[in-house]
């Protein structure tokens, strides 16, 4: 667990599901980076062989693997920071290299989750979430693995949300025990459970 999400979380409040961001979304910085980087490599071994004219394009190759390293260290820093987790009480995201963006929203305060993709999105299972708090208030959150898996675990634990019963059985009057969904099989499991019944996923 990474430390924004792991030190904001109070008392009482459990991860149910964690999405990270999609390597296919990082694409462009990904081939940009390949793109400078593999001529420079191509170039330096000329010059191993050739080092008379080390000192004619001895700069444009150092200018090529830094230009190409920038695209891929941004791509590897916007992987890396991404944070998107819906806990038993809220959704909490923290996204951005530049500028950092950060979301705190109760449960109850989420009117809906958006999910949008292109064709490559729809290809490589990747999108933007969109979360609509109450007020209209709107935060795009890009390029997260797998969000329709996300918004299902969002809307079981809304759907679960002053539901919890004390160990020991279901809650009165025959409502069910809240759930959790599985962020390795997706499927639906008791909020208390540390293992998952279906693929023994561990939630510890």
Request: charged share 15%; with cysteine; net charge positive.
């Amino acid at each position: 667990m990474n430390s924004y999400v792991q030190g904001n979380l109070i008392a009482g409040e459990q991860v149910v599901y964690e999405a990270k961001i999609s390597v296919f979304s990082l694409w462009p910085f990904i081939v940009l980076g390949a793109l400078f980087i593999l001529p420079g490599i191509l170039v330096l071994l000329v010059l191993i062989v050739s080092l008379k004219i080390f000192n004619v394009i001895g700069f444009q190759v150092f200018s090529s693997f830094v230009i190409g390293g920038l695209f891929l260290g941004y791509a590897y820093l916007q992987y890396k920071f991404t944070e998107l987790v819906v806990t038993s009480k809220r959704v909490i995201a923290k996204f951005g290299v530049v500028r950092r963006h950060t979301i705190e929203l109760n449960i109850n305060q989420i009117e809906s989750i958006q999910v949008l993709q292109g064709v490559f999105g729809r290809m490589f299972n990747y999108g933007s979430l969109v979360i609509t708090g109450t007020g209209a208030t709107k935060e795009p959150i890009p390029g997260i693995d797998s969000p329709l898996a996300f918004r299902q675990a969002f809307a079981a634990t809304h759907d679960s949300v002053g539901k919890e019963v004390p160990s020991g059985g279901p809650v009165s009057g025959g409502v069910p025990d809240a759930e959790k969904v599985c962020p390795q099989c997706a499927e639906h499991v008791k909020f208390a459970a540390k293992v998952c019944r279906f693929c023994g996923y561990s939630f510890t």
